[in-house]
Structure formats: C-alpha cells, structure tokens
C-alpha cells in the first residue's frame, strides 16, 4: 500500500503531552474509507499512516453507525430499530393454593385410598413417595 503524504499530514492536528492525538476529521473520514475500500487490511491501513488498528476498527464502527441512523436515535432518546438480544423475563406472581386437593387411589394389588383436604404441597410429597411402594404400577418393569 502506498501512503498518501498529504493525508498523513492533514491526520494529526495535535499530539498532547500525554500522547493522545486529536485528528482531523476529514482526514479521519478518507482513512475510515481507505480501510473500508478493500485496497489493504484495516491493520495495514493503520500502520501506515501510525494509528492504532483498534482505533481505526472503533472510527469504522461509528462510521457505520452514523450512516445507519442508530447512533442519531440515541442521542434523541427513541428506541433503536434493532431488537435485544434478550429475552425479558417476567415473573408471575405466586399465588397461594388455597384450593383443596381429593385424591382416590386404587393401587395394582387392589388396596383404595381416599385421601381429601390436601394442599397443592402435600400432593407434591406424598406422589413420590406413593410411587416408590413396591405395589405401585411405576416400579414394575
């Protein structure tokens, strides 16, 4: 790639003591679009004209976004064009089992029960441990 002098020197404006640079927007516009022609990677691009690959990747990405609006609706505070990536998650708010649960039983050796006024967590105890009897239907194989 061949570096275009008068870019070079249009580029910084002006170096701080502390290192950072302030460039010149122009400039800065024909080097995004220098490294978005294809004519050389966007790293070689940087180290041609002695700009740090990442920052010339963050000028090429708010380039991209300048020119697709999003960056503008930001500003003015209206929700982007593009959906999260999330899913929000709502919970549903736990009601109490009030209602009273009637469970008729008749087991495979023939014995019945008939158990009345359970709670929605008893029925979730006494199941497992129902199933797990040696006459239950479940553990035959």
Not at 1 to 22: F, K, P, Q, S, W
Not at 101 to 129: C, W
Request: charged share 20%.
């Amino acid at each position: 790639m061949v570096r275009n002098e008068d870019l070079a020197r249009r580029l910084v404006v002006r170096r701080g003591a502390n290192g950072n640079c302030t460039y010149d927007e122009s400039a800065k516009r024909e080097l995004i679009e220098l490294g978005q022609s294809g004519v050389a990677s966007v790293a070689k691009v940087a180290q041609t004209y002695g700009v740090n690959p990442n920052q010339l990747h963050n000028w090429i990405a708010l380039y991209r976004e300048e020119r697709t609006g999003s960056a503008v609706a930001r500003l003015r505070g209206a929700p982007e064009s593009q959906s999260s990536p999330f899913i929000p998650v709502v919970a549903a708010p736990i009601v109490p089992a009030t209602q009273e649960i009637k469970l008729d039983i008749t087991f495979a050796n023939g014995i019945q029960a008939d158990l009345g006024g359970l709670s929605r967590d008893d029925v979730l105890i006494l199941l497992p441990m129902l199933a797990s009897l040696p006459c239950s239907a479940s553990t035959r194989r």
